[in-house]
């Protein structure tokens, strides 16, 4: 079996299982990331070489080293597959793909997936419900829409990831008093209807254009209330016979259809509005979610999403077949907290449902996993009270995103 070369991009610290699966189906790895991340605790038994960044990574200066690197770099190796590992790397795995003709998702398909403004557009012309949107552009058609819609309104980065640079804006003036405040940059944003409802993900593996594994959660505090108002993230995952199961599967599987996604990992969100019950679309990504999601999911089914998503990327690039592991489902709960203390002392946490426990400074988090999800919701609300009173400390959002 002839061995090949994957590029993995990762200018955030992440996927790590990724690379070491990725090595130990006999593949060559390499690393591209960001200099200021190269003692950071890397896989390195499974990564054959480092490439670096300059920081900023995400510059016009910095994409242009990039390729003019990577050219040099394939004179004398071979790169069969580029593979972006966090939300800021799509576009650069995408135009490398594009530069050098490697096959994988292109610049126009990888926009869907990062991009906000694009994201709405191709859904709401493919008739997916999304809330009320405009781009800041041109403005009469800002006027008219603030005029034609209810406040608030949240003002949006459009290539941002989680909840960096969003801000609420309640009443016309408000809202274009910040977009004035943008100033050469507000064509980088739009503006979107704040609709109240419940907040869901959704994380999959897509397989030749089909959805082959997927599970749906829901949020107990979503990242935008946890960034903005200080709060603890929860989240858990559904039961397969809760009333929005089978809605928020539809909607997705159509969101990836129209969106172009062939072979990959993707964390989805979507919101059901308290004024009509009505599933819409709010924003996907062509990787593995973030914010320790994915070892939720792990325990929830059994199926470690890095993992699996390097074994379809090989099976792909091989032209083999790919079979997604047998689902065990489990019920799984994630509550994550900035702690004040620099090494919380998660000891005094002791429950037998508990599945894993966070290892970062400043922060508390816990993994719990049950066949029954009452117990699961028991435990989140227990913990989330003992975590405001024993550890919990909060920080504003960044105005841009951190490594």
Same mark, same amino acid.
């Given at each position: 079996?002839?061995?090949?070369?994957?590029?993995?991009?990762?200018?955030?610290?992440?996927?790590?299982?990724?690379?070491?699966?990725?090595?130990?189906?006999?593949?060559?790895?390499?690393?591209?990331?960001?200099?200021?991340?190269?003692?950071?605790?890397?896989?390195?038994?499974?990564?054959?070489?480092?490439?670096?960044?300059?920081?900023?990574?995400?510059?016009?200066?910095?994409?242009?080293?990039?390729?003019?690197?990577?050219?040099?770099?394939?004179?004398?190796?071979?790169?069969?597959?580029?593979?972006?590992?966090?939300?800021?790397?799509?576009?650069?795995?995408?135009?490398?793909?594009?530069?050098?003709?490697?096959?994988?998702?292109?610049?126009?398909?990888?926009?869907?997936?990062?991009?906000?403004?694009?994201?709405?557009?191709?859904?709401?012309?493919?008739?997916?419900?999304?809330?009320?949107?405009?781009?800041?552009?041109?403005?009469?058609?800002?006027?008219?829409?603030?005029?034609?819609?209810?406040?608030?309104?949240?003002?949006?980065?459009?290539?941002?990831?989680?909840?960096?640079?969003?801000?609420?804006?309640?009443?016309?003036?408000?809202?274009?008093?910040?977009?004035?405040?943008?100033?050469?940059?507000?064509?980088?944003?739009?503006?979107?209807?704040?609709?109240?409802?419940?907040?869901?993900?959704?994380?999959?593996?897509?397989?030749?254009?089909?959805?082959?594994?997927?599970?749906?959660?829901?949020?107990?505090?979503?990242?935008?209330? #946890? /960034?903005?108002?200080?709060?603890?993230?929860?989240?858990?995952?559904? *039961?397969?016979? !809760?009333?929005? +199961?089978? $809605? %928020?599967?539809?909607?997705?599987?159509?969101?990836?259809?129209?969106?172009?996604?062939?072979?990959?990992?993707?964390?989805?969100?979507?919101?059901?509005?308290?004024?009509?019950?009505?599933?819409?679309?709010?924003?996907?990504?062509?990787?593995?979610?973030?914010?320790?999601?994915?070892?939720?999911?792990?325990?929830?089914?059994?199926?470690?999403?890095?993992?699996?998503?390097?074994?379809?990327?090989?099976? #792909? /690039?091989?032209?083999?077949?790919?079979?997604?592991?047998?689902?065990? *489902?489990?019920? !799984?709960?994630? +509550?994550? $907290? %900035?702690?004040?203390?620099?090494?919380?002392?998660?000891?005094?946490?002791?429950?037998?449902?508990?599945?894993?426990?966070?290892?970062?400074?400043?922060?508390?988090?816990?993994?719990?996993?049950?066949?029954?999800?009452?117990?699961?919701?028991?435990?989140?609300?227990?913990?989330?009270?003992?975590?405001?009173?024993?550890?919990?400390?909060?920080?504003?959002?960044?105005?841009?995103?951190?490594?």
């Amino acid at each position: 079996m002839r061995s090949l070369s994957f590029l993995c991009i990762a200018t955030y610290f992440k996927g790590e299982e990724f690379m070491r699966a990725c090595k130990a189906l006999g593949n060559t790895v390499y690393l591209l990331t960001d200099q200021k991340l190269a003692d950071k605790d890397w896989p390195r038994d499974a990564i054959d070489e480092f490439f670096f960044l300059p920081s900023p990574s995400n510059s016009s200066e910095s994409l242009d080293q990039m390729i003019a690197g990577l050219a040099h770099a394939m004179r004398s190796r071979k790169i069969d597959r580029v593979v972006a590992l966090d939300d800021f790397d799509v576009e650069k795995g995408a135009l490398v793909r594009e530069t050098f003709r490697i096959p994988g998702m292109g610049q126009t398909t990888a926009r869907f997936f990062r991009d906000k403004l694009a994201m709405r557009m191709r859904a709401s012309s493919d008739g997916i419900r999304v809330p009320a949107f405009s781009p800041l552009f041109h403005d009469e058609t800002i006027t008219q829409f603030l005029q034609s819609t209810e406040a608030p309104w949240l003002i949006k980065p459009r290539s941002e990831a989680s909840a960096t640079g969003i801000q609420k804006v309640h009443s016309l003036d408000q809202a274009w008093s910040v977009i004035h405040a943008l100033g050469d940059r507000r064509h980088e944003f739009l503006i979107e209807q704040f609709r109240p409802g419940r907040v869901y993900h959704v994380d999959s593996l897509s397989y030749e254009s089909r959805v082959v594994f997927t599970r749906a959660s829901k949020y107990l505090a979503t990242p935008m209330e #946890v /960034a903005h108002g200080g709060g603890v993230f929860r989240t858990v995952n559904l *039961p397969p016979d !809760a009333p929005e +199961i089978e $809605s %928020l599967y539809a909607m997705n599987a159509r969101v990836m259809n129209a969106f172009g996604m062939r072979h990959s990992a993707s964390h989805s969100e979507y919101i059901i509005g308290d004024h009509d019950g009505e599933v819409y679309f709010l924003e996907t990504a062509s990787r593995v979610g973030g914010a320790h999601i994915a070892e939720m999911v792990e325990a929830a089914s059994g199926i470690n999403l890095w993992r699996e998503w390097a074994i379809l990327e090989n099976a #792909v /690039a091989r032209n083999e077949p790919y079979q997604v592991p047998a689902d065990r *489902p489990q019920f !799984a709960g994630l +509550i994550v $907290s %900035l702690a004040r203390q620099q090494w919380p002392d998660q000891s005094r946490f002791t429950d037998s449902e508990i599945w894993w426990r966070m290892n970062r400074e400043h922060h508390v988090g816990l993994i719990v996993r049950s066949n029954d999800p009452a117990r699961i919701q028991q435990l989140l609300d227990d913990y989330m009270h003992r975590i405001y009173t024993e550890f919990h400390a909060s920080a504003p959002v960044p105005d841009k995103p951190t490594s």
